[in-house]
């Protein structure tokens, strides 16, 4: 009996291991024939096809089987990926809140396809479908290891339509080959597909993905094998073209604009792995405004990249040093000047391109250069912006990163101080990431050089996370010379050294209405290497966090925070208010809560107040959204934040006040109406931004925009414009 058990113990034992260890694959078949996308799976192909399967839950629990059936077949030609989808419901009470692409999955029903196409675990490229056949599609960068690195403003050409049955809805899709970058020869991609099921309450991946990581984390992922290996792309190339018509007053300064703009983009698809955009007068104007922020803080705050032509491979350029602290490249500040009034004015790009994508299976490069005009009557240099980055993975998930930038004024006009003629900074990078995503991390070096100015100069840092199931800390130092100049980069404060640090603990009970929750010590100190490396600042928070089976959230805070000012500021941003003097430290205490509700419900909202100290004195806060969703047309939302500063005396007191109410109306799958409407006594501004959007043609517009701002205490007006833009996106 004993030799019988060792041989048994010695055959299974190796082939669990394989089974446990070995990932999911399904083979892709070759047809000869296209497939006719309307979201009915008729094609006698079909029935022929293999298929992703056997879908893992994600949430309420990651430990089992999801409830509610998913199939994905996958077929291909020498062009076209095809994808039919079969997903099971519980019937049909779908939520679907918009017609618009690019939609939001969170709250709502609809499946998500992740295709990592060089097989690194590093990029992917993701296309989203709902029950009503509306498409999203986005870049993923870093690994999928964070928000930041997912990117909904990169769009592609592709078909997709969906049928909703009794208890379950059809997707039928077909993405071009040339819509991916991939190894010309290659025979697998990796692969794994979310889904967000509303009626069922449930998240589910065809990859076991553990909650306490993102479900869009490209550790986890299987394979899709080719039947035959994929060939070599043709080049195609996209002709973007635009005419932009524009009418406008500024009331400040008497001053009326009406003139018309033509230019245009072109994308090129070099081989299988790289692409080349080019541009020619672009127009960057936002025909989206961007959102208004209170800031009670002492320094810069940073916004989104929307313009087409800097997304793809956006991190490429993006991700070195430390986002929040030390961004040397931040591509907002292209098209940006500062005038002599020290106002921030637009400065127009004569033109640029960028090369970027994968040079081979390990090598990534990025090349950007872009001219910007001289304008002599704001004493604004005509600068050439120029940056070269390399990345070489290492490892399984890991890579090592170096770049290169330029900002120079080649041609120096008499009213340039000899300092600003050039910025030059170089630097590199190492990013980890383990196979499993348990660790994580980034360590950098940075030197930039200005004229007569070569000594010092340095910005570095080094971050280590740790993420497992039920515990979790990070920790993150960065050191920023005084003299380190980025001009094209996003680096809030100099002279710093800085250490945050976390360390939480996470539950996950069973049988409860709370599906998890945990606790969070966190902190950060900076000390000053300019002043004897004095403290300057510490930030100290205790938090705990739960999140619902119903979805709703919850969390408390209380925080202890130092400052000590070696300036002096004023907070509340009044004119005649007397500022808080300098060399003075402040310490104060403060809590916070937060709830947010269902995003299932037809009416969902969230409330964030605050209470405790600020500086010398108190502060009351309150932030608060609430959405209304009439689907799949009509969606109202809301935003406001409220400030009560109590200060005390001479210092000052204020109410600020930001109300953003917002529209958004989507007639059809082509034709969408928003108004967003953004109040804000700190900015004294009153705005309105209504646009009209007609997508005549795949990924071509015609917008009508109408911008209307008037000053917030007389209620005068600022600046009105109508404009009306044409975009064409043509394939040859």
Do not use: C
Request: hydrophobic fraction near 35%; avoid cysteine.
């Amino acid at each position: 009996m004993s030799k019988i058990r060792f041989v048994l113990v010695t055959t299974l034992l190796p082939l669990l291991f394989f089974a446990q260890t070995s990932p999911k694959s399904f083979t892709v078949k070759y047809i000869s024939t296209p497939i006719k996308i309307d979201g009915v799976l008729d094609e006698s192909v079909w029935e022929t096809a293999e298929s992703a399967h056997d879908f893992q839950q994600y949430f309420p629990s990651d430990s089992i089987l999801a409830t509610q059936k998913t199939e994905i077949k996958m077929l291909f030609d020498d062009t076209t990926l095809y994808l039919g989808i079969r997903q099971d419901t519980k019937g049909r009470d779908y939520i679907t809140p918009s017609l618009r692409r690019d939609y939001r999955a969170g709250g709502n029903d609809n499946i998500s396809l992740l295709f990592d196409t060089f097989n690194d675990g590093t990029i992917a490229f993701l296309f989203g479908i709902t029950p009503l056949g509306v498409r999203r599609e986005a870049l993923i960068s870093g690994g999928g290891g964070d928000l930041g690195g997912f990117t909904t403003s990169w769009d592609v050409k592709w078909r997709g339509e969906s049928k909703i049955h009794d208890n379950y809805y059809i997707s039928e899709i077909a993405i071009p080959l040339t819509s991916f970058k991939f190894r010309e020869g290659e025979t697998k991609w990796r692969f794994n597909s979310y889904r967000f099921d509303m009626q069922a309450n449930e998240r589910s991946t065809w990859i076991r993905i553990p909650q306490n990581q993102l479900i869009f984390n490209l550790a986890f992922m299987g394979d899709m094998v080719f039947e035959k290996p994929l060939g070599k792309s043709r080049t195609p190339l996209a002709i973007i073209p635009y005419v932009n018509g524009i009418s406008g007053k500024d009331f400040e300064n008497d001053e009326t604009a009406n003139e018309v703009k033509v230019g245009g983009d072109a994308k090129v698809a070099i081989g299988n792995g790289m692409n080349l955009d080019i541009t020619l007068n672009p127009d960057f104007s936002q025909v989206e405004v961007d959102n208004f922020i209170t800031n009670l803080t002492r320094f810069e705050v940073s916004l989104p990249e929307r313009r087409q032509f800097f997304i793809d491979n956006s991190d490429l350029f993006g991700s070195f040093g430390g986002r929040r602290d030390a961004n040397p490249f931040f591509s907002r500040r292209i098209g940006i000047a500062t005038d002599t009034a020290d106002n921030t004015i637009e400065n127009r790009i004569i033109g640029g391109l960028r090369l970027s994508g994968k040079l081979n299976q390990n090598l990534r490069l990025g090349f950007l250069n872009i001219q910007t005009e001289e304008d002599a009557s704001n004493e604004i240099a005509s600068n050439n912006n120029m940056m070269l980055a390399l990345q070489q993975k290492v490892f399984s998930r890991s890579n090592i990163g170096l770049f290169f930038i330029n900002r120079q004024t080649f041609d120096v006009p008499s009213f340039l101080d000899e300092s600003e003629e050039y910025n030059r900074v170089l630097g590199i990078d190492y990013n980890l990431a383990s196979a499993n995503n348990v660790w994580s991390g980034k360590f950098y070096g940075h030197k930039s050089f200005q004229p007569n100015d070569s000594e010092g100069n340095y910005s570095g840092g080094a971050f280590l996370a740790y993420n497992a199931r039920n515990y979790g800390a990070f920790v993150d130092a960065v050191y920023i010379d005084e003299e380190f100049e980025s001009d094209l980069g996003f680096i809030p404060r100099k002279d710093i050294f800085k250490v945050a640090s976390s360390v939480n603990r996470n539950f996950w009970p069973k049988d409860s209405k709370i599906n998890n929750h945990g606790f969070e010590l966190f902190s950060v100190y900076t000390w000053r290497p300019g002043l004897d490396y004095q403290n300057t600042d510490h930030f100290i928070n205790f938090s705990w966090g739960a999140e619902f089976n119903n979805l709703s959230e919850m969390s408390a805070e209380y925080s202890n925070q130092f400052i000590f000012l070696t300036e002096e500021f004023e907070p509340t941003g009044k004119d005649d208010a007397v500022p808080l003097p300098p060399n003075t430290g402040y310490h104060f205490n403060f809590v916070e809560l937060e709830y947010r509700s269902d995003r299932r419900k037809t009416f969902f909202f969230g409330v964030e107040p605050s209470y405790g100290g600020f500086f010398n004195g108190k502060r009351f806060s309150v932030e608060a959204d609430a959405n209304l969703r009439l689907q799949p047309k009509v969606n109202v939302s809301i935003n406001l934040n409220y400030d009560h500063i109590d200060l005390p005396a001479p210092f000052a007191r204020a109410d600020i006040w930001l109300v953003a109410p917002r529209v958004d109306i989507t007639f059809s799958k082509s034709i969408f109406w928003s108004t967003l409407v953004q109040y804000s006594n700190q900015r004294d501004n009153l705005g309105f931004n209504s646009r009209l959007q007609w997508r005549f043609a795949p990924l071509s517009d015609l917008f009508l925009v109408y911008n209307d701002n008037y000053f917030v205490n007389t209620f005068m007006p600022r600046n009105r414009s109508i404009n009306l833009k044409l975009t064409y996106w043509l394939n040859i």
